[in-house]
């Protein structure tokens, strides 16, 4: 089964989040993640098999401060906000 992922870093010092579908996470798939979807070939990650060899590699790209959490919805506040905002009231009347 696939669970969502948030992994949550700062790159050139921006905070970024990146959701993602696995079965399982761990900070060397989340830091692998973040390596990869910063333009490195994922072949490149194949090698550093340390998590120490990944932050390092990580750190070259200006990468830090990297770390995941299992999401727990699929949906933002804001967007289940927005919807609940939007609905209308419907009244039943034909017992009238």
Known sequence: MRHQFE???VR???K???RTAHSTMSEIIALKIVI???GICAGKTQLLRSRIELI???RRLNIHSVRWNRASHTMAF???TK???QTIELVDVTDE
Do not use: D, K, P
Request: glycine share 4%.
């Open 36 to 38: 990869i979807e910063s």
């Open 16 to 18: 970024e989040i990146l």
């Open 12 to 14: 050139q010092g921006r």
């Open 7 to 9: 992994i949550h870093f």
């Open 78 to 80: 804001a967007e289940r």
């Open 56 to 58: 390092e590699f990580a």
């Open 83 to 85: 919807l609940t905002s």
